[in-house]
């Protein structure tokens, strides 16, 4: 299998060294043979090619198995006036892999609880698969700009709709069966359409129950109660705030994995951490959102389901033992705690 | 002073009810002179009128100096095909009397701090002053719709991003003088003219610290450390979804007011929780939020600060003697939460 590695900013390469020595470890154990290669994207990309996201690595990564990116942006490349910035990497990429669902599965380890801003008793339970849709809504809209005036539009098709929905209602078969898609149909359009076919695409799924939530009364039941819902699916600008919200929860983003896939098995993985440039090279990043980000690779675009099962249990274990990264108030570096893995894993 | 009292539907009528009887009180005992008059809004007003916003509850609302409003909605009412929506009427009343600030105060009560789904130690020093831009975005933006595709534009101009900014720095000159502007500025064209305008306006505001957040952050800020924040500001759809998942912070949302100015004086004020549709009726809904509502249009239009602040004092008494309703855990009823106010103000 070819993995493309994209390590782009700050951290970014710190965690995703650790991420592949993992699979390197796997691939090893379990005599699957992977080749990696590295790419350039982002800030660092900008500095050396003059593009966020240049043609060598688009290519790469369409002829890849998989990609595994650690992150992107730093405070050198983050004036809005600037043309060029690492974001925009990161947008091309996705859309250009067609990857419309974004999974983001948020759960709270015991040994963690004290670390969540969230009573200990609310956390019990929580076990939340995020489906974000990643390629479409304003992100990805028409923009215009004049001296005083900007818009944005927010666009959705039928088809788009349907098919990041079907996506999560076949991950709640897998889990909970229970789909509970967020919009704001009181308000918006594209809400309504949104909310129209989840209404339709319920139908082929008789075995999944539905729920609606409005976007902002579902920011506040993700606090009150976290543990009731099991796949929420939404459009794109919702998706990235209330991931980001439920990541709170989690008590640290060092810990979280996303995957986002297209029609095929090819995959963009990247932990949903940013690149912190305040503490990158330094050593201290946390690799386990990396690592499980890898584990995510394994499991759905190698096929490799027990080998993704066999790195969480480790991190899981990991976890029990108290190595902690400084993020999870511990003093373990990235090396220490990617260590840990590997023999957890052994 | 006139008083254009908008019930509308759900617990709306008890609530506003428990608002009018303190407003009531305080013309009494200051010597003030209010005259109240009831409208129609919301779904109520589609079933009598075949409009959520009748004419003539438009132009009394223009002539009045202030109107408060209980709130809109309801199941029989929320098909998203129906051509008209009770919220609908919310809508073109703020963007007809102009109130471009939606101002939504949170503070944690420290009696009610076990209700917060926060941990404890993390809700002190709580208290967030919100500045929802409320009269364009997303709300206001053309919308397309056909079979299979549907549009919400955004659109902000330079003037209306600067008028709910110099709201926002006015305000922090009142409390902490530090001001977050909240965008998406790494992807939206109206969040990069929001940032520039958001740095050009601080400049009028030398004595104001201004930073700014990304949305997904904020969310996440929001609980990691909410006692970091002071005056918050952002656009309508950011606003929408931030103040509530703030809200949640508190407790209980049937605490919590709002009120919502333009230009002038005149104000439009409303508790932020909604109909509750499966409470109407029964007399145990909480008073407070209208209450609290209240306090802000003695503040805001009738320029009576002191009778403001008794107000809420009032409130704080009746929350430290533990007459809670049900949403605070407690038994007391709407008319026992309101007299307990009336009696803490005499
Ligand atoms: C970096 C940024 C463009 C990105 C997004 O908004 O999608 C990030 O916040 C995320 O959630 O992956
Ligand atoms: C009822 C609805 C249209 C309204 C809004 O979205 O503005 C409400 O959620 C609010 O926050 O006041």
Not at 73 to 100: C, I, N, T
Request: net charge negative; with cysteine; aromatic share 4%.
């Amino acid at each position: 299998a070819r993995i493309a590695v994209l390590p782009g900013d700050g951290i970014g390469p710190e965690v995703t060294a650790a991420a592949v020595s993992v699979l390197r470890h796997v691939a090893a154990h379990g005599d699957h043979d992977f080749e990696f290669s590295e790419h350039a994207i982002g800030g660092c990309a900008i500095d050396a090619h003059g593009d966020p996201l240049p043609a060598e690595t688009l290519i790469v990564c369409k002829q890849a198995d998989a990609v595994l990116l650690g992150a992107v942006g730093g405070p050198q490349w983050s004036d809005p006036k600037a043309k060029l910035r690492p974001e925009q990497g990161l947008l091309r990429l996705r859309a250009e892999l067609g990857v419309f669902a974004n999974l983001r599965p948020v759960r709270v380890h015991a040994r963690l609880a004290e670390l969540s801003p969230l009573k200990t008793e609310r956390l019990s339970g929580v076990d939340l698969m995020f489906v974000r849709e990643l390629t479409g809504g304003a992100y990805f809209g028409a923009k215009t700009r004049t001296a005083d005036t900007a818009t944005d539009e927010t666009r959705y098709t039928t088809a788009e709709i349907e098919r990041v929905l079907r996506r999560a209602f076949q991950l709640a078969r897998t889990r909970g069966r229970r789909v509970t898609s967020v919009d704001k149909a009181n308000v918006l359009e594209t809400s309504r359409l949104w909310r129209e076919t989840a209404q339709r695409v319920a139908h082929e799924f008789p075995d999944v129950a539905l729920e609606h939530q409005l976007v902002d009364s579902m920011a506040m039941l993700l606090l009150t109660r976290p543990a009731a819902y099991d796949v929420i699916v939404t459009e794109n600008l919702f998706g990235d705030i209330l991931t980001d919200e439920a990541a709170a929860l989690a008590g640290s983003l060092g810990l979280l994995p996303s995957a986002s896939l297209g029609e095929g098995t090819r995959g963009l993985y990247e932990p949903i951490h940013g690149s912190a440039p305040d503490i990158a090279g330094r050593g201290v990043a946390n690799p386990l959102g990396a690592i499980l980000s890898a584990a995510l690779l394994l499991r759905h675009s190698l096929g490799l389901a027990g080998e993704a099962a066999a790195v969480e249990q480790a991190v899981d274990r990991v976890i029990d033992a108290g190595v902690f990264t400084r993020d999870l108030g511990g003093s373990a570096g990235t090396r220490e705690a990617t260590a840990a893995v590997l023999a957890a894993l052994s």
